[in-house]
C-alpha cells in the first residue's frame, strides 16, 4: 500500500507543481460557474424558461452542485495513458512490479485530493458567501456522498477504458475530444438532464453517463424517495461493473497486443 500512498502523492505534485497553472484552472472555474448562473438567470427572466421542467431554483442549485462536484470529478487518465504510449515509457511502467491500472487510480486520486483542496473547497466557500438560500438536501447528503464515490469510480473506469484503446489507436486525441463533448453533454455536466428531449432521454437511459454527474447531483440537490435513491444508486452499481468488466477486457486484450506491436 505504501507504493500506491507514494504515487498518490506524485500526482498531488504533478498538479500542484506550477502555480500560475494552478490559479489560472481556479479562476476559470469561478468564471465558468458565473456564467451558467447568469446564463439561466436571463433564460428564466427572459420568459424562455416557461416549458423547463425544472424551476429556477433547481436549476440554480443544481448547476452549482455540478460545477462544485466537477472540480474534483475531473480525470487526466485518457492524456496520460496516451502520452505514455506515444513517448514509448509505457514499456517501462509495465515491467515494475506494480499493477498498472492501480498505478493509474493511485494518480488520479492523488489529483483528485490537490483539486477537492485547491479548488472544490474555496469554490464552495465562495458559494455559501454569495449564495443565498438552502442549496441541499441535508437529509439526503449521506447517499449523495455515496452516489458521487460511486460516480467517482464510474469515471475512472470510462477513462480508462478510453485511455487504453491507445493500444491499438496510438493517437486518440481525435476521439477523445469527441466523446468528450458528447460526454459533457450526456452526463449532466453541463444541463440538467431533466431538460432533454424525450429522445435523448431515452437513449441516454442506456449509457453510462448521466450515473457521473445527474444521479449524485440529483439526488444532493432534489427531494427524492427513498425507492428512488435506492433505484439511482442501483444503476451507479450496475454501470460500475459493467465498466469494471469491460475495462478488464480491454486491459487484457490490449496488453498483449502491445506486447506485440513491441516484439
Known amino acids: 500500500m505504501r507504493k500506491y500512498a507514494d504515487l498518490a502523492m506524485i500526482g498531488i505534485k504533478e498538479h500542484t507543481a506550477y502555480f500560475n497553472s494552478v490559479w489560472a484552472n481556479f ?12 446564463l439561466w438567470n436571463a433564460l428564466f427572466a427572459s420568459n424562455a424558461g416557461i416549458n423547463i421542467p425544472l424551476s429556477h431554483d433547481e436549476t440554480i442549485r443544481y448547476i452549482i452542485v455540478a460545477t462544485i462536484v466537477s472540480t474534483f470529478m475531473e480525470c487526466d487518465v485518457i492524456a496520460w495513458i496516451n502520452g505514455q504510449i506515444q513517448s514509448g515509457d509505457v514499456a517501462n511502467q509495465l515491467i515494475r ?3 498498472y491500472k492501480f498505478m493509474i487510480f493511485a494518480k488520479h486520486i492523488g489529483t483528485s485530493v490537490a483539486r477537492f483542496v485547491i479548488y472544490t473547497v474555496p469554490l464552495g466557500v465562495l458559494i455559501a458567501v454569495f449564495y443565498r438560500g438552502d442549496l441541499i438536501c441535508r437529509g439526503q447528503l449521506l447517499y449523495g456522498v455515496i452516489s458521487i464515490l460511486l460516480a467517482y469510480l464510474i469515471q475512472f473506469l470510462y477513462s480508462l477504458i478510453i485511455g ?5 489507436l496510438i493517437v486518440t ?5 469527441l466523446l468528450a463533448a458528447i460526454y459533457k453533454l450526456l452526463s449532466g455536466s453541463w444541463i440538467p ?19 457521473i454527474y445527474a444521479i449524485p447531483v440529483t439526488i444532493i440537490t432534489t427531494p427524492m424517495s427513498f425507492e428512488s ?8 452499481l450496475v ?14 486484450v490490449g496488453k498483449n497486443k502491445l506486447v506485440v506491436q513491441g516484439g
Do not use: G, H
Open 193 to 211: 438532464t431533466a431538460m432533454f428531449p424525450e429522445l435523448l432521454t431515452k437513449i441516454n437511459l442506456f449509457l453510462p453517463f448521466r450515473a
Open 173 to 177: 486525441w481525435p476521439l477523445n475530444m
Open 27 to 38: 479562476l476559470a472555474k469561478v468564471i465558468y460557474l458565473y456564467m451558467q448562473f447568469a
Open 239 to 252: 454501470w460500475l461493473t459493467v465498466l469494471f468488466l469491460l475495462s478488464e477486457a480491454v486491459w487484457v
Open 97 to 99: 512490479p506494480i499493477d
Open 164 to 168: 487504453l484503446m491507445a493500444f491499438w
Open 229 to 236: 435513491i435506492c433505484e439511482s444508486l442501483f444503476i451507479q
